[in-house]
């Protein structure tokens, strides 16, 4: 237990404090994000991202509100595996500067078969998310996602990890 009352020392403990909250709301708007993808509801995977938010799946971009609930949309390939699915974010490495963050780590994505027991790795991917914190809550500006072992493996993501190790 600190016992402090030099105000320095408080407003240092204070600013690690908020940081630590702060990586972990980045976590839960990340979980958010996986969860509402799972269950199809594309309204509230849509609200986990900025109003000028995007998702870059290996070079596909998918811009503003609009873009981004076009995956939901039509006969695409999350339509084939919503609610028989698990996101699933491991790894992060977050770090917070004030109303801004970023997180890199990667994303297994789990499916079962509708018409059996079979079960399956769907997506092996990397991730660079960028996120902002607007009236209180943090939000996905970007995501740049990347397939294990795709050609730009390494490339656009994992660069920020690597910068801050």
Request: with cysteine; net charge neutral; glycine share 10%.
């Amino acid at each position: 237990m600190v016992k402090t009352t030099d105000p320095e020392e408080i407003r240092d403990l204070e600013r690690r404090i908020q940081t630590l909250e702060d990586k972990e709301a980045v976590r839960e708007c990340l979980t958010r994000y996986c969860y509402n993808v799972d269950l199809g509801r594309p309204e509230d995977y849509a609200d986990t991202f900025t109003a000028d938010g995007f998702l870059d799946v290996d070079g596909h971009r998918m811009e503003g509100r609009e873009g981004l609930l076009d995956m939901f949309a039509g006969a695409g390939r999350h339509v084939t595996i919503m609610n028989c699915s698990t996101h699933n974010v491991t790894n992060l490495f977050v770090r917070v500067d004030g109303d801004t963050a970023w997180a890199e780590g990667y994303q297994i994505v789990l499916v079962k078969a509708r018409e059996s027991e079979e079960r399956r790795i769907y997506v092996m991917s990397y991730n660079l998310w960028t996120l902002k914190k607007t009236s209180g809550r943090w939000r996905i500006h970007g995501r740049v996602r990347r397939e294990v072992g795709g050609k730009e493996w390494g490339g656009k993501v994992m660069r920020k990890y690597l910068e801050a190790t």
